[in-house]
């Protein structure tokens, strides 16, 4: 059998030619960020001017200081505060029950599981738009409005996509470590926290940091449900220095948007291992 042969091992110009392409083509995939994190150092007339250089002319510091003071007295302590607890509850919330419920589906047989299964993964076509209103109205009647409840509480019922993505790496876990352990007196929650849960550390750390983006990064959630300035998140927050009626101070705003880089950019870094295992699901070679 052929074995594929990487480009560096090939010839030299043909190396050489793949290292500039795929050199170049990063380079345009993260000049958007490049230049909103040179933007934080620039004055706001560099800015606007529409210039695409990466060296600001003058290093504005101060961009940062004046960002995070805020606004009405509330600074980007506070919002970062509550970005971190929706986000961090809110991801706890989605990989404990999006575990559980893969491994109702993955290891037990019950009636009507295929029904549930089929109806789980309709609900990954259906937009987010459909179930905006009557989610918002469940919210407003039972006066949860204006709090962190409706951007944490649904993470606890699972996520389609996490639950299908748990069960494929399940998938490659022996089932004969289930009948061991059911031998030695473990019962079916037993089985889960002690034998399945630790072998899911890279399914489970994908989940974590995928849900955790999508929650730092959520927007219309918190639009909709916090009326509050002071339970605003990063994202809201950010909007905020778009006034209409008055100038846009643009260096204070890509200074706390490079900020706000920061968190989701330290768990890629750290769990970047983890998270290519759990998407390739290789899991456990019985």
């Known amino acids: 059998m052929s074995k ?21 083509f990063g380079f345009f995939m993260v000049f958007p960020v490049l230049w909103m994190i040179s933007g934080s150092l620039k004055t706001n007339v ?14 504005m510091w ?28 809110s991801t706890i919330g989605i990989t404990l029950s999006s575990s559980l419920v893969a ?39 039972l006066g949860l409005v204006n709090t962190f409840v409706p951007l944490i509480l649904p993470a606890f019922f699972g996520g389609a996509f996490f639950i299908f993505l748990m069960m494929q790496f399940m998938v490659s876990i022996p ?15 037993t089985v889960f926290f002690r034998i399945i849960f630790p072998l899911l550390k890279p399914a489970l750390i994908t989940t974590a940091i995928i849900h955790f983006y999508w ?17 605003f998140t990063v994202s809201l927050a950010l ?29 890629f870094l750290f769990f970047n291992k983890h998270l290519v295992e759990g998407i390739n699901t290789s899991g456990i070679k019985g």
Not at 46 to 58: D, F, K, W
Not at 215 to 231: C, H, K, Q, T, V
Not at 239 to 267: E, K, Q
């Open 4 to 24: 594929f042969r990487s480009p560096v091992g090939s010839k030299p110009h043909t190396a050489a030619l793949y290292h500039v392409l795929v050199f170049t």
């Open 46 to 59: 560099e800015i606007v001017s529409g210039a695409l250089t990466l060296i600001p002319r003058y290093w």
């Open 62 to 89: 101060e961009n940062f200081a004046n960002g995070w003071r805020g606004f009405a007295g509330i600074t980007f302590t506070t919002f970062f505060q509550n970005s971190l607890i929706i986000s961090v509850l």
């Open 103 to 141: 491994y109702s589906f993955a290891r037990m047989r019950y009636r009507g599981r295929k029904l549930l299964f089929t109806i789980m993964l309709s609900t990954m076509m259906i937009p987010g738009q459909v179930v905006m209103i009557p989610q918002f109205l469940i919210f407003h009647n």
């Open 175 to 189: 089932k004969e470590l289930d009948e061991a352990a059911i031998c030695d007196g473990c019962n079916k929650y």
């Open 215 to 231: 929650a730092w990064d959520n927007f219309m959630g918190p639009l909709i449900y916090l009326n509050s300035p002071r339970l």
């Open 239 to 267: 909007r905020m220095f778009a006034d209409t009626a008055s100038i846009t101070d643009y260096g204070a705003m890509f200074a706390m948007s490079t900020l706000s880089l920061l968190p989701v950019f330290i768990m």
